[in-house]
């Protein structure tokens, strides 16, 4: 390209024409964006390596859990104790009171590594109001993104009540209360407020008295700078740490490690610095400001130290440095300690706002749709520009695997913030983009944060702003430009992002409520992929971007002509691109310019050669990363390999557990989807899963793919096929009749949903009129399997309306959809189960709601002949029914707390087996031990064994959903075989939590989880313990003289923190069994009696795959798995055969190997096999102490 000019040859415009517009991209493949992985600071350019979560610290995992379950809010909590379902009803209480619940209980103890969390459960939650995320050290995590979706769909006191004149966007200044106004709840409101609701003293009254659309106003007050802002009595220059305060300070507000926020008083000077020369544009305000933290404090000397340097000077006002007063007014510089939230994660969620039926401003109805706001630069809701997620004076947040779709404002934004980190996630969309101030992916007053491996459609641009500084934007896809947008935003890295910018991307794209940046006129240029804050332009809301905004090995294309191809910009990859730096020296702030004129603004000149006159370019790194270490190879395409080896492992009446090997992947597989025929059944990281809700004696087909990080998915596995077994069955009958009802609303007292099951045809439901949706429900006391749902429709009737069920009442499936639905009589025949059975109309067939005679539902019960369930409200019932169960009966426990000895000595069989069930709030609690205990454990003699639950010879039980606590052991099962444990929770026990003993063959834990075990005897305190010690089988030992507990399966139980002993203890002379899909929490692990791994493995033939163990102090680890092979009489190959495959281990910086294989001279043609698939971090020595096998 030597005939080229030089500012061309490296790339200052458009070099070259790309065929087509590039496709959307999945995101990235995610390199360690921890401080592990970072470069140390390259010389001459910002230091970039503490940006994101902890200034690179990981985030958090399972490890990092408050140990009190107490802080970890389920979704059958959610729905049990808040009322919180994703049924249609308003969730917005439920969930607030459950943060604000966190934020009183937890919080006080809570911190990076205790973070409490509140699980949502999948499906779509409605929210009306703005919810405060202001509990410290909570995490709000979903089903994952697409799978939990929280519907926004703002009420009259959130949706804003003044717009400007023109009604084109929201008038914050109109929108007043006593001395407050909308602009101080800037940005506006959101779904989700990540920020202090603490009211400044000043304010009280306000608060007090404003109503329910004007309190927020005054929420967060205590940081407002004009509120709790403390003046100077002398200037720091930019360098300093030191910041001198005024000899007034009331020194106790500050504290060592505190955040604070500092805000230099623009002056004449600062704005001639960025060539603003029309002095109606200089404003009295703090452009430059930046949250540091408090080193230390002087509270004599009136001074405090920050963490890190000032990057700018800050003048005690604004006529420090010999500049006349703006507007001859006098402006402090001042400083403000903050109350922040932090430690608060967002995960696994989409969040949507939904505006169909939602009610305009001034009278009539917003019916949106989504396809009217692509490249629709205008606000085609004003009232209803509320955001997704806005994070206001927070730190130490972050946002993962989050998605958005069409929100009222910006997907994401900031507003004085500090360590943030986003990545992962997916916004697409906005209903509002115009007026130069909506619509964004945004970071406003935002440092040292992280947004990496995002993707964004269809939003108006990605912006650092606001005196921004100190942040990375590193691996993202938009087909929106990255935006310095004005105010001082400084110090700023964009890397390796993917930018593909249509020619539709531009503000004069627009169909009302239309204009340009600053909000003036529309005008005729078009985006491109990068836009720079020229001052005289941007003064109009702000000021001149700053410094040193960096702009490196990114892969920007523009489509220049509609329809046209896209031509790359800026395309030397290796050239470092500082805008706003001197020539002489890049950390110099200059303003851009064409032939020594300062530009008024980038449109237009988006092409123009800027190096030498504001654009430092003489710098190449041939990385690929001023950031990381090992940035990865790019774009990752390749897809993982096909699962191989899918398997059925188990099948009852209504499941199928199937399990199959890991895939490969160049990168790295990070999850599966499992097929069943065409639709996906679950989306799992593990190698196992129960497929549920399924119909007896029916045949069902599954495949398995893979998916990697970037998106690839692999080619189907191989199919199997599975059937489930006969249900108990029974004769079709009327399921329906008298059962509990409830329903979204009702018109009258005597339109009840009851009225739907009472038989009488001439009582009958009716909703409220005139509005959708609407649903009634029905209880139908215990599972059943629906095969017919009779409807008697009312002259009102549905249209359009779902018949679904559901196990829980939270979570739905669909078993028959209708859009023409006429009335009259409707006769389905479907096929699904459920305990619960709900209507839910989305049409009316009439101006009036929706009206039921009567809902008949038909089918089977589980448990077959009607009196098949045995409801039980107390001890002495539950005692009484475990002793007089039968098979194919179903004991069914209501919620509350039961006391005593409970035993059991009844056998189900394989066909009927007995089921207890209950709720995670119907507890189990046993005082005991009491009485003279016998030589060998047994039934009987006035001896209570202070278990929590006994099964002594009684096989074929299944125990599902309760919790066992406070006592000497958990579950113990003793000569029980096929025995099935699934959704349980055992806590604080004092000895082990579940014991599969006697020879308690062929059974199963899944979907459990246990916490505080060993209370009394640490070394005892296994979580899981499968047969006995050798030394017990003269007790224990009921087969050939040997506990042969054989062929027990643990999958997918959370197991830790606070189990003193063993995660899974495998005794000698057991064999055949599998421990898959666990996570093990070491965290107090005791290390008595040789309790210093997750798993003893002292069995013959097991398979440990596909399990995630961790540690953290307290507590003792050796080695993440050990075997082990004691003697025994009769004699096995103890500890030998086992196979490990695709474990994930981090041992803390503690434990010496993930899998320690003791002896390898004692297991002679059948040795243990450790695969190379398992991984280990953080390890003393290593993986194995053995060679792998491939």
Sequence with gaps: MSHLPRWLAIGAVVLSTVVAQHPPASAAAIPDLSSANRRAPVAGLPDWSRAGYRGGAALPGPADAHPDAACHVTPAELAGQYGVRADGGDATTGLQAAIDAIRTTCT????????????????????????????????????????????????????????????????????????????????????????????????????????????????????????????????????????????????????????????????????????????????????????????????????????????????????????????????????????????????????????????????????????????????????????????????????????????????????????????????????????????????????????????????????????????????????????????????????????????????????????????????????????????????????????????????????????????????????????????????????????????????????????????????????????????????????????????????????????????????????????????????????????????????????????????????????????????????????????????????????????????????RWASVEGHDPEWITIDLGSTATITRVRLSWEAAYGRAYTIQTSADGSTWADVHSTSTGDGAVDDLAVTGSGRYVRMYGTTRGTPYGYSLWEFEIYGTTDGGAPGAVVDVSTSAGLTAALAAARPGQTIRLAAGEYRGAFVTQRAGSAAAPITLTGPSNAVLVNEGPSGTAPSCPAPGGGWDSGYGLWLYDAPHWKLTGFTVKDSKKGIVLDNSHHVTIDGVYVHHVEDEAVHFRRSSADGVIQNSRITHTGLVQPGYGEAVYIGSAGSNWGCHGNSGGADRSDRVKVLNNQLGPQVTAEHVDVKEGTFDGVIRGNTFNGTGLSGQNSADSWIDAKGVGYLIEGNTGTFTAPGTLANGYETHNPSTTPAFRNGCGNVWRDNRSDLGGVGQYAIKITSTSKCPGVLNVVHASNTVANATTGLTNIPVTP
């Design 108 to 763: 006080p103890t809570a911190g990076y590594t205790r973070l409490s969390s509140i699980t949502l459960p999948a499906g779509r939650i409605l929210v009306t109001r703005q919810l405060a995320l202001d509990a410290d050290y909570l995490v709000l995590r979903g089903a994952g993104m697409g799978q939990t979706v929280l519907a926004f769909r703002p009420d009259a006191n959130t949706r804003y009540d003044t717009l400007t004149e023109d009604g084109s966007d929201w008038d914050e200044d109109g929108m007043t209360h006593g001395a407050g106004k909308g602009g101080w709840t800037w940005p506006g409101r959101s779904l989700l407020r990540v920020q202090t609701r603490d009211v400044h003293t000043r304010y009280a009254s306000d608060h007090a008295s404003a109503p329910a659309n004007r309190k927020d106003l005054f929420e967060g007050s205590v940081n407002q700078h004009w509120a709790g802002g403390v003046p100077l009595r002398e200037s720091s220059a930019a360098g300093s740490t030191l910041i001198k305060l005024a000899t007034s300070a009331d020194m106790s507000r500050f504290r060592a490690g505190g955040f604070l926020w500092v805000g230099a008083a623009n002056s004449v000077k600062f704005y001639q610095q960025q060539t603003v020369t029309d002095t109606a544009r200089h404003t009295n305000l703090h452009m430059r400001q930046q949250i540091f933290q408090i080193a230390s404090v002087d509270p004599a000397g009136r001074t405090l130290v920050i963490d890190k340097p000032l990057e700018y000077d800050l003048p005690v006002n604004s006529t420090s440095d010999g500049s006349a007063a703006i507007g001859g007014t006098v402006y402090p510089s001042r400083v403000t300690p903050l109350k922040v939230v932090q430690g608060v994660g967002i995960e696994d969620l989409t969040l949507t706002q939904e505006m169909t039926g939602m009610p305009k401003l001034g009278g009539g109805v917003h019916d949106l749709d989504e396809a009217d706001a692509v490249h629709n630069y205008g606000n085609m809701a004003p009232e209803y520009a509320q955001h997704g997620i806005v994070l206001k004076w927070a730190a130490n947040v972050w946002i993962r695997r989050v998605g958005t779709r069409m929100t009222g404002s910006h997907a994401v934004v900031t507003e004085n913030a500090k360590n943030i980190q986003v990545q992962e996630s997916h916004f697409n969309g906005s209903w509002n983009k115009g007026k130069g101030g909506n619509g964004y992916f945004r970071g406003s007053r935002v440092w040292d944060s992280l947004y990496a491996y995002n993707t964004s459609r269809n939003l108006r641009h990605f912006t650092f702003q606001w005196s921004a500084s100190g942040n990375v934007a590193i691996g993202n896809d938009f087909d929106s430009d990255l935006n310095l947008h004005g105010g001082w935003e400084r110090r700023n890295l964009f890397e390796s992002n993917r930018v593909a910018v249509p020619y539709e991307h531009a503000s004069k794209n627009c169909r009302a409520n239309c204009g340009e940046e600053g909000g003036g006129g529309v005008d005729d240029s078009t985006w491109w992929p990068i836009w720079w804050g020229a001052g005289p332009k941007a003064a109009k809301w702000s000021g001149s971007s700053g410094p040193q905004n960096v702009f490196y090995n990114n892969q920007l294309t523009k489509q220049t002509t509609q329809g046209g191809a896209y031509q790359a910009y800026y395309p030397d990859r290796q050239r470092v691109y500082q805008f706003g730096s001197s020539a002489a020296d890049p950390t110099r702030f200059q303003h851009l310019a064409t032939g020594g004129n300062t530009i008024l603004d980038w449109a237009g000149g988006e092409t123009l050669d800027y190096t030498g006159s504001g654009v430092h370019a003489s710098m190449t790194d041939p990385s690929g990363s001023l950031f990381l270490k090992a940035p990865g190879s790019g774009q990752d395409v390749t897809a993982p390999s096909a699962p191989s080896g899918l398997r059925v492992t188990g099948a009852t009446a209504t499941s199928v557990s199937l399990a199959w090997n890991a895939a490969t992947d160049d990168v790295g597989v990070s999850g599966y989807d499992l097929y069943r025929g065409t639709t996906l059944a679950a989306t799992v990281t593990g190698t196992a899963h129960t497929d549920t809700g399924l119909t007896p004696s029916t045949g069902y087909t599954y495949t398995v793919r893979a998916r990697d990080a970037a998106g690839n998915t692999s080619p189907a596995s191989t199919a199997v096929t599975a059937t489930t077994q006969a249900g108990p069955g029974g004769e079709e009958r009327l399921l329906s009749r008298g059962r509990p009802a409830t329903s979204s609303s009702v018109e009258a007292a005597e339109f009840a949903a009851g009225k739907a099951v009472d038989g009488d045809g001439a009582t």
